[in-house]
């Protein structure tokens, strides 16, 4: 038997959360590019559903690891940042949501929206001693910053939403598949 990973639970609570929100992007995508998205949804559901439950499976094979750290006081304070980057990330979306209505731009949302989301992960990056979560946000953050100038409906153009679906679904997939444990481990117990 593989011996237990806090680090491989950690990663595997990652890929849950990126499978859940990169399945919410993709299906939006769909909605927005298929008059009748009922085949390309039960796809996304399906994909999404498989890349979720090996998550959780990756999860509970290392749970207690993850409960051996958990309630170390690098853990407890990277996850006040964790709430701290989240709120912030939660009062950046709401507030532009707001300035784009205000200006007659709502278009501009999904672009701005996704930004966000990828400059969240900057700060999460450090505090999750992961670099996974640097290249998943530069690639939010250029993906918002380039579709709307080159996909053929400008900022409305649904192929943002594939793109963040595609970069979260990639993010789950790698931290499932190439985490380093060790590392990790260590630096979760320091």
């Given amino acids: ?20 929100f990169g399945s919410g992007w993709l299906l939006f995508w769909a909605a927005r590019s298929f008059t009748q998205a009922a085949v390309q949804w039960a796809l996304i559901g399906g994909l999404g559903l498989a890349l979720f439950i090996t998550a959780f499976r990756q ?16 853990s407890k304070k990277g996850k006040r940042i964790f709430n701290i980057v989240n709120i912030g990330q939660g009062l950046a979306i709401f507030l532009a949501l707001n300035i784009v209505n ?17 400059a969240h992960f ?12 640097t290249v998943t946000g530069v690639a ?7 579709y709307p100038r080159l996909a053929q409906g400008g900022a409305a153009d649904p192929v943002g939403c594939l793109g963040a679906g595609l970069i979260l679904w990639a ?3 790698s931290a499932l598949l190439f985490h380093t444990s060790a590392q990790a481990d260590a630096a979760a117990v320091r």
């Fill in 1 to 20: 038997m593989e011996k237990q990973s806090a680090s491989r639970a950690g990663a595997a609570v990652g890929a849950m959360i990126f499978s859940v």
């Fill in 140 to 146: 939010m953050m250029v993906l918002a910053l380039t």
């Fill in 171 to 173: 993010s789950a997939l």
């Fill in 59 to 74: 999860y509970r094979r290392n749970r207690e690891a993850h409960a051996a750290v958990v309630e170390t006081p690098e």
């Fill in 102 to 118: 205000n200006i007659g731009h709502p278009e501009w949302f999904v672009p701005v929206f996704i930004f966000i989301v990828g």
């Fill in 122 to 133: 900057i700060p999460l990056a450090k505090v999750f001693h992961n670099k996974r979560h």
